[in-house]
């Protein structure tokens, strides 16, 4: 299908990468750990896209005080281009912004997924990084960009409900994928320690170690931070506001083991 969206493409191929932000439980900080990772990467020079990929509910938008233009929804209406929905934001990335309560993507027609497929693969020609926040539950749309997805990050925190959902995207994504690649980690965030997020990844390592017959490895632990909740109602970055704060130092380390130099 020739559409607006891939006229608009750049005749080169995909060079970029995109990560998947998902938990299964929601509330975990998937959005949050999202906008800090492409802040993160940005300050390391990279081009980074930030994609709402949680139009059911989504909030980039009201975490970084922002009133787009235009958003995804538009763009995958065909009524704006790439170039009219994309935000340039001042922490050094660029969002493509969703509007809350504008459609189930579990329940996107053909047409609409086509050109999910092909906005992404636009942006995957135009940035080193995409980043794809995801909503939360485990809905076909989730279950699919977790397997378009170069890189699955899971996030989850100590409470039960997380890891038993965190445990829940992880065995789709086995099904899904057959078998689950080692690109797909594990976030802890909100933790108390680094030794207790390393406990709690242990407990869902092994869950999966024993019923899917692989562990998916840590990528890094957050500790639980007030200046996370002062941030996100100040609707700014965390480290432009805190730039030492506990869990801005954490993300910049897992950062790194990311996006190694
Ligand atoms: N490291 C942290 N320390 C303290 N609080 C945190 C941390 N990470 C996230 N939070 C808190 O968790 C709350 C939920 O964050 P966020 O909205 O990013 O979660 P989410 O997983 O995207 O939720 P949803 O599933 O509803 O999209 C925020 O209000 C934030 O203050
Ligand atoms: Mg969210």
Redesign the pocket.
């Known amino acids: 299908m020739s559409s607006a969206i891939e006229r608009h493409a750049a005749p080169q191929t995909a060079v970029g990468r995109m990560i998947a932000v998902a ?1 299964g ?9 999202a906008i800090t990772l492409a802040h993160a990467l940005a300050q390391r020079g990279r081009r980074v896209l930030l994609l709402d990929g ?1 139009l059911g ?1 989504a ?1 980039v938008d009201i ?1 970084l005080g922002l009133m787009p233009e235009h958003d995804l929804s538009a763009l995958l209406a065909a009524t704006v281009s790439f170039e009219q929905a994309l935000h340039h934001h001042a922490g050094g990335f660029d969002i493509l912004a969703g509007r809350s309560g504008s459609g189930d993507l579990g329940s996107l027609d053909p047409i609409t997924q086509e050109r999910v497929r092909q906005v992404l693969e636009l942006a995957k020609r135009r940035y080193e990084t995409v980043i794809v ?1 995801l ?2 539950g485990l809905d076909p749309f989730v279950r699919q960009m977790c397997c378009r997805a170069d890189q699955l990050l899971v ?1 989850a925190t100590d409470e039960p409900t997380s890891l038993t959902d965190a445990y829940a995207v992880l065995k789709l994504h086995h099904r899904d994928v057959a078998p689950m690649p080692s690109s797909a980690r594990i976030v802890i ?2 933790a108390t320690s680094y030794a207790s997020g390393e406990r709690t990844h242990a407990t869902l390592s092994r869950a999966c170690q024993t019923f899917l017959g692989t562990s998916p490895r840590l990528v890094g632990v ?5 200046k ?2 002062d941030a ?1 109602r100040r609707q700014t970055l965390l480290m432009l506001r805190h730039p030492t704060s506990n ?1 801005g130092q954490d993300v910049t380390i897992l950062t790194r083991s990311l996006d190694p130099d």
């Not at 439980?25 to 750990?33: L, Q, R």
Request: hydrophobic letters at 35%; proline letters at 0%; aromatic letters at 6%.
């Open positions: 938990s439980k929601g509330g975990v900080g998937k959005t949050w750990f949680d509910l909030n975490q926040d909503g939360a996030v965030n909100q957050i500790r639980r931070d007030d996370v909740q996100i869990a």
